[in-house]
């Protein structure tokens, strides 16, 4: 995990020294709060030998921000308020049923599935409904392209683990060793959000 912290908070950096600009809304102020979530997460570890606290609401929070991002120029979807109905029904489920130190993935894969929902809903948009432009002139692309990317590799753990874990532990290991090529795909794909308008304009 300290490849996708370390990129990550290289990835901060750049989005400061290169543009005033975010390439895509908030984007930096999400990074930012990516990587106090990473720095908490690290603490709470130190501390009291479990983080599950941090990653609970960093989820939830990461994924409301991916759902509002890809609702965000649809008139139709974006009057639902897609990510607001999302990231309060998972912080009921958190503070009256899971509990904050019990990581549900149930709720994080029905998040995570909307929001592959809503990219697939934008690949289709840009494949049917767009003029052709290059894909390096589209943050949003090389975000959704990373997300996919990232939930691709990480789905097989909340499938298998939760049944093999127990078993087989060498192979709960190389089911997680997926989350390290995920986050490092997903980071890479920040770091093209924030590097794509310069490379053009090079």
Not at 120 to 132: D, H, M, T, V
Not at 163 to 184: E, M, Q, T
């Amino acid at each position: 995990m300290f490849v996708y912290q370390f990129l990550l908070i290289i990835a901060l950096i750049v989005s400061w020294l290169i543009s005033s600009d975010d390439t895509i809304t908030y984007f930096r102020s999400f990074l930012l709060v990516s990587v106090i979530s990473e720095l908490l997460g690290k603490c709470f570890i130190s501390w009291y030998g479990d983080n599950s606290i941090v990653y609970n609401f960093y989820s939830i929070l990461t994924i409301s921000y991916y759902i509002w991002i890809f609702t965000l120029e649809d008139e139709i979807l974006k009057k639902w308020h897609l990510y607001l109905i999302y990231g309060v029904i998972s912080l009921l489920l958190l503070c009256i049923l899971d509990g904050f130190h019990h990581m549900d993935f149930n709720r994080y894969n029905i998040g995570m599935i909307l929001v592959l929902v809503l990219i697939f809903r934008y690949f289709y948009g840009l494949l049917f409904k767009s003029e052709f432009s290059s894909l390096l002139t589209l943050p949003k692309f090389w975000l959704a392209v990373g997300i996919f990317t990232f939930y691709s590799c990480l789905f097989p753990i909340f499938v298998l683990t939760s049944r093999f874990i127990v078993l087989d532990l060498d192979f709960a290991s190389g089911i997680y060793d997926l989350v390290v090529v995920g986050n490092v795909f997903l980071v890479l794909s920040y770091l093209m959000v924030i590097l794509c308008p310069r490379i053009i304009k090079s």
